[in-house]
Structure formats: structure tokens, C-alpha cells
């Protein structure tokens, strides 16, 4: 994992001053657990999620919202701020700040989505086939979240078909029973990235 944070922090400023990395990829396939494991290795990056940003009522047209108070405040150098929503009590918060940062993580599904991809330094996809995903999400949410997950499924259906992320992943992920396999992905262009498989503890070479 320490070598995949060194080559982020060596990328090219791509939103103001901050390196912004997507992680995209089907609700339930280990996004914000590779994500929350990254941020460490990359000494407690912040990490905004997108299940902050979207609701019940907007589940995926929150891109208006983001870019006002997120993307623009820090494409200026300025600091961004976000009211993160609350699923069960179904309101949002009170806002929160987001300070610029070397380099800062947006997790959840629709991170790669068209509108934002100028803004990333690079977009990570999680490789996990959708129908395991999704079980693996209703698993983990129980049944109390059986109608959400019903009209969930289908809305990402919806997204994805309209504004496909996995064509323009940079790096494609896996978990793998050492760690995390990153393999280049269909939108990387040629360069010295190699496939390397990551784990908690030594690395791998490139």
C-alpha cells in the first residue's frame, strides 16, 4: 500500500493545489475499506464519501452540490465544505470544512462520473463483478435496508449505463487474500505504471 501512496504523491497537482483520487466502483465491492486503508498509508489523507453527499432524495444528482462547495472552492486553493447527510434521520448536518491537502481521496459510487473526471489525478476502479456486490451490500446494510437496496440497484443500473466510470479507471483494484492486486486500467495511458499486488506490510516491486 506504501508504494501505491509514494507514486499518488508524486502525481501532478490536479484540482488547486490538491491530488484528487476517485475510487469508483459497484455499491458493496470494498470501497471504503481499501479507501480507508489507503488514506493511512497515506498519512491520514482526507477522505470524502459520497454517501455524504447524496441523499434519498438525490441518490445520484448531487454533482451541482459538489461542485459548489467541494470542486470549486479547491480548484480556487480555497477550502471546500460539506453538510454530510444522514441516511436513518434523513437530514443533512451540520457543515463540515475540507481543507486543501497533498493529496485527497472521493469514495463512493459515481466518483468517476464525467463531470468530476477533469478534477481527478487519477481514478481507481474496485474489480468486483456488480451482482457480488450487491449481495455482499445487502449482507452488511440486513434487511431493515431490503426496499432501499430495491430502488438502490436499480438507480445504479441507471447511472452506470448512462456514465460508465470502469472505461476511464486508471488503475483497476482487487482484494486478494494478501492485500490488494492494482493492475493499469482500460483509461491509463502508457507510462511506467506495472501491475503490483499490495499488501499491509512489504510491498511489492512495480
Not at 499486488?197 to 512489504?202: A, F, K, N, Q, V
Amino acid at each position: 500500500m506504501r508504494d501505491l501512496a509514494a507514486r499518488l504523491r508524486r502525481l501532478p497537482p490536479s484540482l488547486g493545489p490538491v491530488r484528487l483520487i476517485g475510487v469508483d466502483g459497484y455499491a458493496g465491492s470494498g470501497k471504503s475499506t481499501f479507501t480507508g486503508r489507503l488514506a493511512a498509508a497515506l498519512d491520514g489523507a482526507p477522505v470524502l464519501h459520497l454517501d455524504d453527499i447524496a441523499s434519498h432524495e438525490q441518490l445520484f444528482a448531487w454533482t451541482d452540490r459538489l461542485m459548489a462547495q467541494v470542486i470549486r472552492p479547491l480548484a480556487r486553493g480555497g477550502s471546500g465544505h460539506y453538510a454530510p447527510y444522514d441516511w436513518r434521520a434523513r437530514t443533512f448536518g451540520a457543515p463540515r470544512p475540507l481543507p486543501p491537502a497533498p493529496v485527497m481521496l472521493l469514495e463512493g459510487v459515481g466518483a468517476g462520473r464525467r463531470e468530476l473526471r477533469p478534477h481527478l489525478a487519477r481514478l481507481l476502479w474496485m474489480e468486483l463483478p456488480r451482482e457480488e456486490s450487491w449481495a455482499r451490500g445487502r449482507l452488511r446494510d440486513g434487511t431493515e435496508q431490503r426496499d432501499f437496496w430495491d430502488g438502490w440497484v436499480e438507480a445504479e443500473r441507471a447511472h452506470f449505463a448512462a456514465d460508465p466510470s470502469y472505461p476511464h479507471a486508471d488503475l483497476l483494484v482487487t482484494q486478494t487474500p494478501m492485500g490488494y492486486e492494482v493492475l493499469p486500467g482500460p483509461g491509463s495511458t502508457p507510462g511506467p505504471d506495472q501491475p503490483v499486488t499490495l499488501s499491509d506490510g512489504p510491498s511489492a516491486m512495480w
